[in-house]
């Protein structure tokens, strides 16, 4: 039976493992709309590149959430190991409420950033599409209305998150 302790730490390991996915999904969706628009605006071969932020806006939410949801309940597990271990009865632990509320708190900000990125991505990324919207019904405009659709529904999952998230730090 492994100790409270080496509990804690394997706990602590899969959290950094994900902080450092969560990040690197972030990155990705800043770093493929920068090119897509780039490549958009630079040439119109390129110009439906761009059709694609709105759905990886959406993958990227979902993807961001899902290892912002596990990192807290390991972060919920941790803070019930920790209340297990009495024997340093003076030492506080980051997830107790004191430390843990200000985490909660920083993060609401990353997911503040995560928005205005997609806004920015999808408008940015709408701009080129303006000679594909002269038909409404065409194929293209229906894929471009799509994307914008995911945009906002990536927007609507990175606030559920945050409020997840709050719910769960009481």
Request: charged fraction near 15%; include cysteine; charge should be positive.
């Amino acid at each position: 039976m492994l100790d409270a302790g080496t509990r804690y730490l394997g706990a602590w390991g899969e959290i950094s493992s994900r902080l450092q996915a969560r990040e690197h999904v972030s990155l990705l969706f800043i770093a493929f709309t920068a090119v897509a628009v780039g490549l958009s605006l630079s040439s119109d071969s390129y110009m439906n590149l761009t059709l694609l932020t709105g759905y990886v806006a959406l993958g990227t939410a979902f993807l961001s959430r899902h290892h912002d949801l596990i990192i807290g309940n390991l972060r919920r597990f941790q803070n019930e190991i920790s209340r297990l271990n009495t024997d340093e009865k003076g030492t506080p632990e980051y997830t107790t409420p004191g430390y843990l509320g200000r985490a909660v708190n920083e993060r609401a900000k990353r997911e503040y950033a995560q928005i205005l990125f997609i806004v920015l991505g999808g408008v940015a990324s709408f701009y080129p599409a303006g000679k594909e919207l002269s038909s409404p019904f065409s194929m293209a405009a229906i894929l471009w209305y799509g994307s914008v659709l995911c945009s906002c529904v990536a927007i609507i999952i990175a606030m559920k998150t945050q409020h997840d998230r709050n719910n769960w730090a009481r």
